[in-house]
């Protein structure tokens, strides 16, 4: 599923529907997922993790995780277009 990026930013930044989010590149033929994850108790709120991204990257601020160019030297707002939402949650859409 393809959200639009104002309202997934909007969401980031007030912590709605965050716990876990599964996602993959729908150019990627392999389809490897990548996870975004909220963590409300932790110094930095957000974390990146998936392939190829160790034990992931870690992000103080909703804009810092969406400018900054992690996937390929691209960012979550540069790819937009191109993720595919699986699951927010846990819940598959």
Request: contains cysteine; proline residues 1%.
């Amino acid at each position: 599923m393809i959200l639009d990026f104002n309202w997934f930013f909007r969401q980031l930044k007030v912590h709605i529907n965050i716990d876990e989010i599964c996602f993959y590149f729908i150019d990627d033929g392999d389809e490897k997922e990548y996870y975004l994850r909220y963590y409300p108790k932790h110094n930095k709120l957000y974390l990146v993790e998936g392939y190829n991204m160790g034990f992931g990257i870690e992000f103080l601020t909703a804009e810092e995780l969406v400018i900054s160019k992690i996937f390929n030297g691209e960012s979550f707002k540069d790819d937009w277009t191109k993720i595919h939402i699986c699951s927010i949650e846990g819940f598959v859409l």
